[in-house]
């Protein structure tokens, strides 16, 4: 180790967040400060403490410094610069019907006047920060290690080095440390505390900071007591909401309960007699709801635990010098309160919570739990119709809605984890599904933690979802409420106009540059104003470009259409296009064949405007691929008053003092026709956006129409990804119809994280490579969900593969069949079943609300799995789909994890009896390889073989543990007893 006193102080506080390390300088320290406001020892005793500390370390032959195990003391100086930045956020603990008993020591239980007025606190609103008084500063206190070098053998004895070089240097405090984005945390790193870059640093470098005092090894961690309420006072003393930090505290010292009777705990850490981290822990009583909505069997045994062992972490503020043991505190509070898990809830900023808590500083050490999907209950044939007295609904804490909030978990063995600290600088252009499910699937992974993700979206996260633009069903608002990006997601509210690969950064339209070590472009396309005819006449080449001769570009001037023309390109734009219409009095005309002309009909509809003319150019094939649908939408809107003209080309404009007065269309034959109209809404065309094109383009990217990419998701730049309809295959595949939008993009943005994990985890399995000229396979569905005129909701859940007009496709002899219940007014049902008799493609549009998340898991699955759906549909004994998949027996089929029950079932469908033997899986495989068609008496042949085989009992013990394992979702299924 080298080390040296030559340190940048001003360019490290110009890019990094040094306050609560007091600038890296000594505090000088005024006549008026007391000593004894925070602890009993004063600087100097501290100085003599770590003294101490270190000659002991010295005369030590082995030396062991673990972190689990140490925590420092910072001297009241440092303290004064180290106080916790704890923020406090609105959040909402369910009131417990009952309140368990929890043993705590009689002592830690205070009912003084002091406790009995914090209890009185209600910290209804937030408090306003004081501003701290300026700190005077001396000369820096901070040395830096030049060049370290460990043998990998003895690697974790890194922190041995610290003892000699803070002997070297007395008189400094920090030690500070370097490293490249690139380079991954090494165990020497893992004692020091990483410092948070500021907005406008441009460093290449990570920071990292190493108090002297952190090699003192005298920590205490014990239940909160009245004497602590001074240090604990001065720990919150900046932070917004410190009230609630201080009530919670209180009425854990008067009652050791909440209002509602819920036990709280309230721990501190101490070290030389100071105060240095807090912890308010309330017992958590929705582990129920928890446990049906969130996937967090994925790192408990949850029948393993107790109820009483489950505890939710409200508040938690360490000193900054600290927070590198944030982890070992957090273990001796599960210890002392003789608890398993501890839990934290998220929730988004516009929610407002009944019980508030602070934001903590812990969260990075804690794993994000994925939400589950829930399925739709038809309560009321659950519960049964007089005289019978069965009540199979589910537990209350299973059917009952909370706010969305997303769920931080850590648990005892969570707690000896560590996580991989990947400090690379990975920016995600586009706030496309695509991208949501990338960032997604990079947080959710538990055992890494990214530093440096951003976002850059001119319009941030979505939080809403118009009503005048169709959903991909992929982000939902309260699902991007309950994985919540922005908790570990940098966002910039901008658009990217250039890529500079050369210094590896991106350009943005407010001059910023945010710098990236990998970049991924998801920007995909957005609705594109369509040009007039003349318009498009001058944007084209008279004759190609040649060797010899080049033909002269003409100066074209960019069109400018009416300030009364719009598209939705924008959300905010899509969000308030009623609105926008009503401040332009007159017929509002819609151009466009597409599903978003008739879902913003149906916008204009609901916002009050009724003079609406909907144009529609010439189209090949309908966006709903269904003529019976398109009849009954179109009707639907001719009866609201909706006037719609057919196969007409936008021309040109005419307009009176700039005003748009009315718009010119051609027809396929015929004489021009004119449309009065004082507004126009465009939502035909599709493009990739100006500027983004412009910032692929100039920075050389193979660009033929979209970003050309290989089957990897690879540009021609090795640090430079793209997925999405922003993209294509590159020509030597010879597939230009199969790109990514005609795929589920939470699908591709899920390989595409899996694709470039294995980049920062090598122990991360790599999805299957493909070969250089095959494309990847993509299975899940796509989905479409709309809002159309006549109040009709319509869902469509199709196979991934390109557009085929439906007549024509039902032509070809391998179709299969089709089968459709009811019509406009009952709602109409179609289900398309394959050659193998599986569900391929799902229409639905009602009137009545469509209970989505259900209907959606029926693709894909065999007939069979739908009660013999076939054979009743042929007997006549189904008249409505709608109907027929509410009814109980179904749920099962909706079940989050009924895809895993199917694979395992497989997996012991292809286990043979006896070593050697061929399984029944295998002979199946190889009668269909002979003969698609087996006979009857094959086939029975197969069964008699299966009722005798012993995956006969091994798939009915599988399907009975999944029953019982599952009960709270489904408790109306007989279980082994019953059956």
């Known amino acids: 180790m080298c080390v040296s006193t030559e340190v940048d102080v001003d360019l490290l506080n110009k890019c990094f967040e040094l306050k609560p390390y007091t600038f890296l300088h000594h505090v000088v320290k005024k006549e008026d400060d007391d000593d004894t406001s925070v602890g009993t020892d004063s600087d100097a005793d501290v100085a003599d403490l770590v003294e101490a500390e270190l000659e002991g370390l010295q005369r030590e032959e082995t030396v062991e410094v673990a972190p689990a195990a140490s925590i420092a003391a910072p001297s009241v100086a440092s303290m004064k610069g180290s106080v916790a930045e704890v923020a406090s956020s609105k959040g909402d603990v369910s009131v417990a019907e009952s309140v368990r008993s929890v043993s705590i020591p009689p002592s830690h239980v205070s009912e003084t006047e002091e406790a009995e007025e914090l209890v009185k606190e209600s910290p209804v609103e937030e408090e306003v920060v004081v501003e701290e008084e300026a700190m005077v500063l001396g000369e820096a206190s901070a040395f830096c290690i030049q060049l370290f070098c460990m043998d990998d053998r003895y690697e974790m004895r890194s922190v041995d080095f610290m003892v000699e070089a803070f002997k070297r240097f007395p008189d400094k405090d920090y030690c500070v440390v370097t490293i490249p984005h690139t380079v991954a945390e090494f165990p020497l790193l893992q004692v020091f505390a990483r410092c948070t870059p500021t907005p406008t640093s441009t460093l290449e470098q990570e920071l990292y900071v190493f108090h002297r005092s952190a090699l003192l090894q005298s920590i205490n961690v014990r239940f909160g007591t009245e004497a602590d309420l001074t240090g604990i006072g001065y720990i919150t003393r900046k932070v917004r909401g410190k009230s609630t930090v201080m009530g919670d505290y209180g009425k854990y010292l008067a009652a050791m309960r909440d209002d509602d009777g819920t036990p709280l705990y309230g721990i501190v850490a101490e070290c030389a007699g100071q105060i240095v981290g807090v912890a308010v822990i309330r017992a958590e009583m929705d582990t129920e709801y928890l446990r049906s909505h969130y996937n967090l069997e994925d790192f408990i045994y949850y029948t393993q635990h107790s109820p009483r062992e489950h505890g939710h972490l409200f508040h938690c503020a360490v000193a900054a010098t600290f927070t590198n043991y944030t982890k070992f505190f957090l273990r001796e509070c599960l210890r002392l309160c003789e608890m398993s898990c501890l839990f934290y809830n998220v929730y988004g900023e516009d929610e407002k919570q009944e019980k508030p ?176 005819a003349v318009e498009e006449t001058k944007l084209q080449v008279s004759s190609p470009c040649t060797t010899r001769t080049s033909p002269r570009v003409a100066n074209i001037e960019e069109f400018s259409p009416p300030e009364q023309v719009i598209t939705l390109d924008t959300l905010a734009q899509a969000g308030s296009v009623a609105e926008w219409s009503k401040e332009n009095e007159g017929t509002v005309a819609v151009y466009g064949s597409t599903l978003t002309a008739y879902t913003t009909v149906q916008a204009l509809l609901e916002g009050g405007v009724t003079d609406i003319v909907n144009i529609q150019p010439p189209t090949l094939i309908s966006c709903f691929n269904n003529n019976q649908v398109k009849q009954i939408v179109e009707e639907a809107m001719e009866e609201q008053g909706v006037k719609i003209l057919k196969d007409l080309t936008l021309s ?202 259900n209907v959606c898991q029926v693709f894909g699955l065999h007939q069979e799995y739908m009660n013999s759906l076939e054979k009743r549909f042929d007997s006549d004994l189904i008249s409505d789909f709608f109907a027929y998949f509410r009814e109980p027996w179904c749920l099962l089929l909706f079940h989050d994890r009924f895809t895993e029950l199917r694979e395992e079932i497989k997996e012991l469908l292809s286990q043979p009896n006896q070593p050697g033997e061929e399984s029944l899986s295998e002979k199946v495989c190889q009668l269909v390889d002979e003969d698609l068609a087996i006979e009857e008496k094959t086939r029975q042949a197969l069964f008699d073989q299966y009722s005798q085989s012993l995956a006969k009992q091994a798939v009915e013990n599988r399907l009975f543990s999944y029953l019982s394992y599952n009960k709270y979702h489904l408790p109306h299924y007989a279980g082994r007893n019953m059956a």
């Not at 992929?474 to 966002?491: G, H, V």
């Not at 690969?501 to 609705?527: F, I, M, P, W």
């Not at 010879?734 to 795929?743: G, N, V």
């Not at 469509?796 to 070809?812: F, G, H, R, W, Y």
């Open 357 to 532: 808590q602070s934001t903590v500083e812990a969260l990075q050490h804690l794993v994000q739990i994925r939400p589950r999907r829930q399925i739709k209950y038809p309560v009321e044939l659950l519960k049964g119709t007089p005289p019978s007295t069965y009540n199979n609904v589910p537990i209350e804490d299973v059917l009952k809605t909370l706010p969305p909030f997303a769920l931080f978990h850590i648990n005892r063995k969570l707690t000896l984890e560590p996580k991989m600290i990947i400090n690379s600088r990975i920016v995600v252009v586009g706030a496309s599904d695509v991208s949501l499910s990338f960032l997604e699937s990079l947080i959710l992974c538990p055992h890494i933690h990214f530093n440096n993700l951003v976002l850059v979206s001119p319009e941030g996260l979505p939080s809403s979802s118009p009503s005048s633009l169709a959903s991909s069903l992929c982000y939902s608002p309260d699902y991007m409420r309950k994985i919540s990006l922005a908790t570990s997601c940098n966002i910039v509210n901008a658009k990217m106009t250039s890529i500079n690969r050369a210094e590896q950064y991106v350009g943005v339209d407010n001059g910023a540059k945010v710098q990236y070590d990998y970049l991924v472009l998801c920007t995909g396309s957005q609705l594109a104003m369509s040009l007039p």
């Open 652 to 853: 040109s404009f005419r307009t009176d003092s700039g005003k748009l007065t009315g718009v010119v269309f051609a027809p396929e034959k015929g004489e021009m026709e004119t449309v009065t109209c004082s507004s126009l809404i465009t939502v035909q065309d599709s493009a990739i956006d100006q500027s983004t094109f412009e910032g692929i383009n100039n920075s050389c990217l193979v660009f033929d129409g979209r970003l050309v990419i290989d089957a990897n998701c690879h540009t021609n730049d090795p640090v430079i990804y793209a997925a999405g309809p922003l993209t294509k295959y590159k020509r030597s595949l010879y597939c230009d119809e199969w790109t990514h939008d005609i795929y589920c993009s939470k699908e591709i943005g899920e390989r595409l994280a899996a694709i470039m994990l294995p980049i920062f985890d090598p122990s991360f399995p790599a999805p299957e490579k493909t070969e250089e000229y095959e494309l990847p396979k993509y299975t899940r569905s796509k989905k479409v969900y709309a809002k159309l005129p006549g109040g009709y909701h319509y869902l469509n859940v199709s196979k991934p593969q390109p557009l085929i007009e439906l007549q024509t496709a039902m032509l070809d002899p391998s179709y299969g069949r089709e089968l459709v219940t009811g019509d406009k007014d009952s709602g109409y049902f179609r289900l398309h079943l394959n050659q193998y008799h599986t569900v391929e493609t799902i229409t639905c549009l009602s009137k009545k609300e469509i209970e989505i998340d």
